[in-house]
């Protein structure tokens, strides 16, 4: 349903993305993650035909994002990293200017706006308020709002849950999942590990413009870290004899009876673990997989090397928008 082919963007030489390639099925959601400067917000700019790649191409079901740019847009809902919101039309007035464009009927507007007002947490009568008035919540919901309200086959979220309160993230997640089903791919860049953890059926990581890792939550944590860590519980303390693992695993913590270990090759090192210890006189109650957090992995593939990031231009002019 999404797929980009080799996508580049530079802006005045400047390679924002470098020939990311992407395939998004109907019924999944990809999460995107990346440090700051990245290049997600530019990649989703273009999958959304508002920035016009540069090399490579992209399709939304089948729709190129240059050559067919209006069915695009149409068919995709877009929650955009600071919603352009015209501070003087009400939350109502804003939904029905879009949902026109969209082809919807003013009742079907103010029913399905109305709904989601509620939904996250916000009152009718916040509705019918000028949107110079919302707060920076507020804002981003009247974006998502917006970006649901024609129950859009593609859906893309830049950082929906930024700017909101723990209460209302979850709404909104709640609202997303709600969504995921057989017939609709969604897209959301998050800085939100636990969040992109919880939404995605894949998480692809980018840095400096280029996809680095790709897979789901479980995968990635396996294979990035190349380790994995176990906790034992012994039916005594071991006192001592614990260093006697060295040569087989790498030992974190020994805490009263239990022991925490990490190793690269479980399937050979743990039994010979369990092993030794019986040989030492220690009996192993329990032996448990600690999991890893993505945390872990982000971190682990995206520091490294990361101080030589590009600089972030605030007053970028170089902006070449297609409309
Ligand atoms: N209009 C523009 N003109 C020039 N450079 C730009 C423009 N838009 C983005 N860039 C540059 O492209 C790179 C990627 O920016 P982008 O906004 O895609 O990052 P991001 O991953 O969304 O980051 P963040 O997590 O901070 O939102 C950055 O170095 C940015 O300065
Ligand atoms: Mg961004």
Redesign the pocket.
């Known amino acids: 349903m999404i797929e980009a082919e080799k996508l580049t963007k530079r802006?005045?030489g400047?390679t924002?993305?470098e020939e990311l390639s992407l395939s998004i099925k109907s019924g999944e959601l990809l999460a995107l993650l990346?440090?700051?400067?990245?290049?997600?917000?530019?990649?989703v700019r273009m999958l959304s035909a508002i920035l016009r790649p540069t090399e490579g191409r992209a399709q939304i079901n089948g729709f190129d994002v240059v050559k067919d740019a209006d069915q695009v847009r149409r068919l995709i809902g877009l929650l955009t990293?600071q919603p352009g919101l015209y501070s003087r039309s009400n939350g109502i007035e804003y939904l029905i200017f879009f949902g026109r464009l969209y082809g919807m009927s003013d009742e079907e507007i103010r029913a399905r706006g109305l709904n989601l007002f509620h939904r996250f947490g916000m009152l009718e009568s916040d509705a019918y308020r000028r949107l110079g008035e919302y707060s920076k919540g507020m804002r981003q919901k009247v974006g998502i709002i917006r970006a649901m309200l024609h129950s859009p086959d593609v859906l893309l979220l830049?950082?929906p849950t930024s700017a909101m309160d723990p209460h209302s993230s979850k709404l909104v997640r709640d609202a997303i999942l709600e969504l995921r089903d057989d017939k609709r791919a969604i897209i959301v860049?998050t800085?939100n590990l636990a969040e992109a953890e919880l939404l995605a059926d894949r998480i692809a990581i980018?840095r400096r413009?280029q996809i680095i890792a790709e897979d789901n939550p479980e995968n990635l944590k396996r294979q990035l870290l190349g380790h994995r860590r176990y906790e034992l519980q012994l039916d005594h303390s071991p006192n001592g004899l614990a260093n006697q693992l060295d040569d087989l695993v790498k030992l974190e913590e020994i805490e009263g009876d239990r022991i925490r270990f990490v190793s690269e090759d479980p399937f050979s090192t743990n039994p010979q673990v369990v092993r030794r210890l019986d040989s030492l006189g220690l009996g192993v109650v329990a032996l448990q997989e600690l999991s890893a957090t993505l945390e872990d992995v982000y971190l682990s593939i995206v520091t490294d090397e990361s101080s030589s990031a590009?600089p972030?231009?605030g007053n970028?002019?170089?902006?070449?928008d297609q409309s």
């Open positions: 802006f005045d400047f924002a993305v990346g440090p700051n400067g990245a290049g997600k917000t530019t990649t990293e830049d950082e860049c800085h980018i413009g590009q972030q231009d970028a002019t170089t902006t070449q």
